[in-house]
């Protein structure tokens, strides 16, 4: 069993950057890999980026080159660095946590989630 707890989020202005972080519990963090996805008002769940087991990270095409994910297994944390944010960029964020492989962008392979945290962008 993995808990998920992000934060970091909170209410930036547009052009300036947010690290959230994703604090997992469990002794086998690292097995793990971790997506972040976010749902926007009245928009559908998005994939923003993954990170997998053995470090290798993915992006959507959209945000590539703006986001950055990282992680410190001794932590047993993941990081999401967004620059230039913009009001599109206004959503609630979420990590996610799986140990199978491959697909990172879809939602329904995770197993485990967090409660969210609250990203808004003031323009």
């Known amino acids: 069993q993995v808990q998920l707890v992000e934060s970091g989020g909170g209410l930036v202005q547009a052009g300036g950057s947010l690290r959230l972080s994703c604090a997992a519990s469990g002794r086998t963090f690292s097995d793990y890999s971790v997506g972040w996805f976010r749902r926007a008002p009245g928009k559908e769940r998005e994939f923003v980026g993954a990170?997998?087991?053995?470090?290798?990270?993915y992006y959507a095409d959209s945000l590539k080159g703006r986001c950055t994910i990282s992680r410190d297994n001794a932590k047993n944390t993941v990081y999401l660095q967004m620059n230039s944010l913009n009001s599109e960029d206004t959503a609630v964020y979420y990590c996610?946590?799986?140990?199978?492989?491959?697909?990172?962008?879809?939602?329904?392979?995770?197993?485990?989630w967090g409660q969210g945290t609250q990203v808004t962008v003031s323009s």
């Open positions: 996610a946590a799986r140990r199978t492989r491959g697909n990172y962008s879809s939602a329904s392979l995770y197993n485990y």
């Open positions: 990170i997998s087991w053995s470090t290798s990270t």
